[in-house]
């Protein structure tokens, strides 16, 4: 079970970024979302630019004639099939795609609600998904969305446009102030897979899946989801923690709560810290392997520093 730290409802609290997302804030990153490229090129230390086949593919192709092959064709576009029915060559003739298509499944789960440093997780994830947004609108591409918490899943269909992006964001913002660590909201682990789901039925070939979550819910069928989508698609998870996390400190007693339930944790006692850390562990090792196997890049943003910052260090400084 994942559990949120009891926060004081106050007039400050509830005017702090940290807590809840700014919708002026989110806006701003417009202005700063550079430095960084979704692209194929990519700098060499980026953890797009890795070996296998992490490279992101770009825009893709669209299908527009069949004719006979004229010499000077690339072979890779003969059509066998025609080819053998007919008994003289044909190619596949392709143009290039205008744009490209990438969707934001952004997490705004109850399990999102958690913060020990600069921002809870949620509003972190908010905060990654408009520089991701706006970074691609800036290049020229559509962005749509997935926004889901734990009852529902918010589709937005991809547009290149200032106002779509604005849209989505008033979407995550919506949902972001609906988090309440005493609003009885039912935590579920399975939203993950629904909203993978969903993608899997809405995006077509040759997009960007950006999956912004803490992963909370990840299991076998979420790899086979993700299978499905990088047969056509390519696939970038934005890994969203906070650092407690990873090692529970020893602060003596401590409570606890999900939404429903709370619960006193003595934290002095060193056999709880270790399995608290093996669990995030855990769910760590298996995005690595998802990652690993699918040639997935995984982009660890943690709660503690800014996400641009972050964002440009592993994404490289593509301008």
């Known amino acids: 079970m994942q559990y949120t730290r009891i926060r004081r409802r106050t007039r400050a609290a509830d ?3 940290g807590v809840y997302a700014d919708r002026d804030e989110l806006m701003r990153l417009r202005f ?6 979704f692209l194929p090129r990519q700098p060499i230390h980026s953890i797009l630019s890795g070996r296998h086949a992490s490279r992101l593919r770009g825009r893709g192709l669209n299908f527009e004639e069949l004719r006979g092959y004229l010499r000077g064709d690339d072979p890779r ?18 143009t290039e795609e205008k744009d490209r298509t990438v969707w ?7 399990n999102m609600f958690f913060g020990s440093r600069r921002r809870m997780k949620s509003v972190v994830a908010a905060e990654a998904a408009a520089v991701a947004a706006w970074r691609v609108l800036a290049q020229g591409d559509r962005v749509g969305a997935l926004v889901f918490d734990d009852q529902e899943i918010r589709v ?6 200032e106002q779509r992006v604005a849209q989505i964001l008033d979407c995550i913002i919506e949902k972001n102030h609906a988090l309440n660590a005493r609003s009885g909201i039912v935590p579920n682990p399975g939203m993950l897979n629904q909203v993978l789901r969903r993608a899997c039925e809405l995006v077509r070939h040759d997009s960007l899946v950006s999956v912004i979550s803490d992963a909370a819910g990840i299991d076998a069928q979420t790899t086979r989801y993700v299978t499905r989508l990088t047969a056509h698609n390519d696939v970038l998870f934005a890994f969203i923690y906070d650092p407690l996390e990873q090692a529970l400190p020893d602060a003596g007693r401590l409570t606890f709560t999900d939404g429903r339930t709370q619960v006193e944790l003595n934290t002095a006692e060193r056999k709880l810290r270790d399995a608290y850390g093996a669990e995030f562990e855990r769910r760590l090792q298996r995005m690595s392997a998802a990652s690993r196997r699918h040639s997935i890049p995984l982009l ?6 800014p996400v641009l ?3 440009r260090g592993q994404l490289g400084t593509a301008t």
């Open 15 to 17: 005017e702090d970024a």
């Open 32 to 37: 700063k979302a550079s430095g960084f490229s």
């Open 77 to 94: 576009h003969i059509d066998w099939k025609v080819t053998a029915r007919t008994g003289k060559p044909h190619v596949r003739v392709y």
């Open 104 to 110: 934001l499944l952004v997490d705004q789960r109850i």
């Open 156 to 161: 937005i269909e991809p547009l290149r446009s």
């Open 300 to 305: 660890a943003v943690h709660t503690a520093a």
């Open 309 to 311: 910052d972050q964002v």
